[in-house]
């Protein structure tokens, strides 16, 4: 279902990793960034690289990559990424996931560097991104990969249940409401404008990773899903006019203007019908067929219950 996926396995499970923009200055995004992996458990090798040298998390930076790493973090200035990418190219990195804004979301000058990420995610490198949150894995060979500078993703727990937002902001939500239900995760990725992979590619490699039991994807630009045999639970904006033009300021995508979902594949309404579906079909027997028994102590919840079932 999935192509190339040693590849993108270096994405969600490296051996190692480099972060570009890792800086010295301890609030920086960078520096965060490094700093979670580092803390988050991630027992691979680390590497820093940063234009003028120095030290980020008590980890030595270089000023550019001496040889090759798994997976490149990517969080430098927008019109630095082409050469952070041509970079890896020459270092032979196969995987990167870029979280640095600016690209086709902003202006035309954005959509042509966003065009040089495309050319390398053409050229065969798994790239997630760019305008994204970047990735995590609950329990990796080498630990858990915290691949964000989101720092309560590093007091998540392990957990079956896989995350997929093509927002940013969402992805953050979705980890703190995670945490908040005692949900824990075992994949995440921000897909932010995909200019590289999608979530075509991306479901087609949680369907076979088996540590994933549960999808959850928040998504604007929703076409070409694939057949799933993982229950998926959908959030999806762009819904309506307005939304759709909101979606196009945010990551450059249009929307989404409804049509037939594969089986597997349930829609939330909002995000409480969301984690609700996503913490039951994590912590339960997935149900089957019509056969349904209700039990409860509160007659109106029961009526309520069978209004849903039916």
Known sequence: MAT??????????????????????????????????????????????????????????????????????????????????????????????????????????????????????????????????????????????????????????PGVVSLLSQSGGCAALLFDEARRRGLGIAKMASLGNMAGLGFRDLLGYLAQDDATKVIGVFAEDLRDLPPCPKPTVLLIGGRSAAGRQAAMRHTGSGGWEGGALPPDYLLAEDSQAFFDALEVLSRCARPRGRRVAIVGNSGGMLVLAADACA
């Open 4 to 157: 190339h996926l040693l590849t993108r396995s270096r994405l969600f499970d490296p051996d190692s990793v480099a972060v570009f923009g890792a800086s010295p200055h301890s609030e920086s995004l960078g520096h965060r960034l490094l700093r979670n992996l580092r803390d988050g458990g991630f027992h691979g090798r680390l590497v820093g690289i940063h234009p003028r040298g120095g030290e980020a998390a008590g980890i030595p930076l270089q000023a550019r990559l001496e040889d090759s790493v798994d997976l490149a973090l990517v969080c430098v200035p927008r019109d630095a990424v082409p050469a952070v990418l041509d970079q890896c190219r020459a270092a032979g990195v196969r995987a990167a996931a870029i979280l640095t804004s600016g690209f086709a979301e902003c202006d035309a000058a954005g959509a042509l560097l966003q065009q040089e990420v495309r050319r390398h995610a053409a050229d065969g490198m798994a790239i997630v991104g760019p305008n994204g949150l970047g990735v995590f894995n609950g329990a990796g060979r080498q630990g858990r990969l915290v691949g964000t500078f989101l720092e309560l993703a590093a007091e998540t727990r």
